[in-house]
């Protein structure tokens, strides 16, 4: 079981919380209109990118495929209304390294049809794209 707990932190008309979850560590988020610190769904995004970028970095690793970086970038659209859920998001893979091109197109096709949870999640209301950039 995972837990999480949040606590509003800043109780002068800011809009600053800390968050912590079982793993221990604590992040700030801030949801006021002069940002501080990422929004909840900021960190929804960056958790996308992490989770997909731990397993392609797996899966290349398992196939010993030379790679000596990898960057996952986003771009989200939301919806107009409230909830405000992400309608589309664009995902660009930047690798670098002697990585092939088939090596790194099924990577992020297991990311995204296997192992991404997050993905998964998403996926209920937001279209996901892609694409992959050898970089030197």
């Given at each position: ?10 109780k002068d008309r800011k809009d600053r919380y800390v968050g912590s979850a079982t793993s221990r560590h604590s992040i700030v988020m801030d949801t006021a209109p002069e940002k501080t610190a990422n929004t909840p769904m900021e960190l929804v995004l960056l958790g996308l990118c992490g ?86």
């Amino acid at each position: 079981m995972i837990e999480a707990s949040v606590n509003w932190t800043d109780k002068d008309r800011k809009d600053r919380y800390v968050g912590s979850a079982t793993s221990r560590h604590s992040i700030v988020m801030d949801t006021a209109p002069e940002k501080t610190a990422n929004t909840p769904m900021e960190l929804v995004l960056l958790g996308l990118c992490g989770c997909t970028a731990s397993d392609v970095v797996g899966i290349l690793r398992k196939k010993r495929e030379p790679f000596t970086g990898l960057e996952v970038r986003a771009e989200a659209e939301r919806a107009d209304g409230y909830p405000a859920v992400y309608t589309s998001i664009h995902l660009t893979y930047l690798v670098r390294g002697q990585v092939s091109k088939k090596a790194m197109e099924d990577a992020v096709r297991l990311s995204k049809e296997k192992y991404c949870s997050v993905s998964a999640m998403i996926e209920k209301t937001a279209k996901i794209t892609h694409m992959i950039e050898h970089v030197a």
